[in-house]
């Protein structure tokens, strides 16, 4: 049986779902999107996310075309109609259709709104799936990225590299700077203190990495919010990256150069544990509405 898509208030089979070819998401990637990971049948941070989503929108000048308690239902139903478990929420809002492809906006827009599920596991993963390598690029991105924009071109190939020579995931880099992995906030730790780049438009304010950073609060953790150079990555002892499909990911080699013994390193693994029992306080809120 097909997932179930919803677009512009209709649940459709996903082989159903479509938008109009003028849609300027299509045309401009004039949008915003968010994802949400899904655990239990459970929206994980959804709160943080729906916060999000509102700041990207008022940075286009754009209005949701639904309230968020509406918003809130549609998720909702779309996990229940989908039977998700486990996996992660996909939505976007565009300025919708342009009847004759100007840059400028329309008039009066009506916006557009589509939603999907994934199901993959993100919870509890085998030690395996905890070891990925990374590889660094040029970030040849615009300067706002601040906004959760859906115009993802320069991620995508710079992702696509990735894959090509065998890492997981790329961090991306300007005047030799880490900036923030491909779909994902860059960690390293030295001297058992958490280095991550400082939460401006040359980042996206990462949910996840928003949740960990306060989970760093609360365990009296060392944390350093600076830029860290790629040759500090390399000697670094442990590295992770954050976002909400794969919650804290150790990293075991960046640019084929293995960091600490080329395992996940124990601090890692401890905030990945507290990230779980974060995740996981969702669904006991859940059970007892």
Same mark, same amino acid.
């Given at each position: 049986? #097909?997932?179930?898509? +919803? /677009?512009?208030? !209709?649940?459709? $089979?996903?082989?159903?779902? !479509? /938008? #109009? /070819? !003028? $849609?300027?998401?299509?045309?401009?990637? $004039?949008?915003? +999107?968010?994802?949400?990971?899904?655990?239990?049948? /459970?929206?994980? $941070?959804n709160a943080a996310h729906l916060k999000r989503l509102e700041r990207s929108l008022h940075s286009i000048e754009l209005e949701l075309p639904l309230t968020i308690n509406k918003l809130i239902e549609v998720q909702k139903e779309i996990i229940m109609l989908n039977s998700l478990k486990e996996g992660t929420l996909y939505f976007h809002v565009t300025r919708g259709e342009s009847q004759n492809r100007e840059f400028e906006f329309p008039e009066a827009p009506t916006a557009s709104i589509v939603m999907f599920v994934q199901h993959k596991k993100i919870f509890h993963l085998t030690q395996d799936k905890l070891r990925a390598k990374v590889m660094t690029l040029p970030d040849l991105r615009w300067k706002r990225r601040d906004i959760k924009s859906i115009a993802l071109l320069a991620q995508v190939l710079a992702k696509q590299t990735a894959h090509q020579n065998g890492c997981d995931e790329v961090w991306m880099y300007e005047d030799n700077f880490v900036t923030e992995g491909g779909s994902s906030n860059a960690f390293i730790i030295k001297d058992n203190k958490l280095i991550s780049r400082k939460n401006n438009e040359t980042i996206l304010s990462g949910i996840t990495r928003q949740a960990v950073l306060k989970l760093v609060q609360q365990e009296s953790l060392l944390f350093d919010e600076r830029p860290f150079t790629i040759e500090e990555a390399y000697h670094s002892s442990e590295a992770f990256y954050t976002s909400a499909s794969v919650f804290v990911m150790p990293v075991i080699s960046i640019d084929g150069k293995i960091i600490g013994d080329g395992n996940p390193g124990p601090l890692t693994l401890k905030l990945r544990n507290l990230y779980e029992n974060f995740a996981k306080s969702f669904i006991n809120q859940e059970n007892n509405n």
């Amino acid at each position: 049986m #097909s997932d179930i898509a +919803y /677009v512009n208030g !209709k649940f459709l $089979d996903i082989n159903d779902a !479509k /938008v #109009s /070819v !003028k $849609d300027r998401g299509l045309l401009f990637g $004039d949008g915003v +999107y968010e994802v949400a990971g899904v655990i239990e049948g /459970v929206l994980i $941070d959804n709160a943080a996310h729906l916060k999000r989503l509102e700041r990207s929108l008022h940075s286009i000048e754009l209005e949701l075309p639904l309230t968020i308690n509406k918003l809130i239902e549609v998720q909702k139903e779309i996990i229940m109609l989908n039977s998700l478990k486990e996996g992660t929420l996909y939505f976007h809002v565009t300025r919708g259709e342009s009847q004759n492809r100007e840059f400028e906006f329309p008039e009066a827009p009506t916006a557009s709104i589509v939603m999907f599920v994934q199901h993959k596991k993100i919870f509890h993963l085998t030690q395996d799936k905890l070891r990925a390598k990374v590889m660094t690029l040029p970030d040849l991105r615009w300067k706002r990225r601040d906004i959760k924009s859906i115009a993802l071109l320069a991620q995508v190939l710079a992702k696509q590299t990735a894959h090509q020579n065998g890492c997981d995931e790329v961090w991306m880099y300007e005047d030799n700077f880490v900036t923030e992995g491909g779909s994902s906030n860059a960690f390293i730790i030295k001297d058992n203190k958490l280095i991550s780049r400082k939460n401006n438009e040359t980042i996206l304010s990462g949910i996840t990495r928003q949740a960990v950073l306060k989970l760093v609060q609360q365990e009296s953790l060392l944390f350093d919010e600076r830029p860290f150079t790629i040759e500090e990555a390399y000697h670094s002892s442990e590295a992770f990256y954050t976002s909400a499909s794969v919650f804290v990911m150790p990293v075991i080699s960046i640019d084929g150069k293995i960091i600490g013994d080329g395992n996940p390193g124990p601090l890692t693994l401890k905030l990945r544990n507290l990230y779980e029992n974060f995740a996981k306080s969702f669904i006991n809120q859940e059970n007892n509405n």
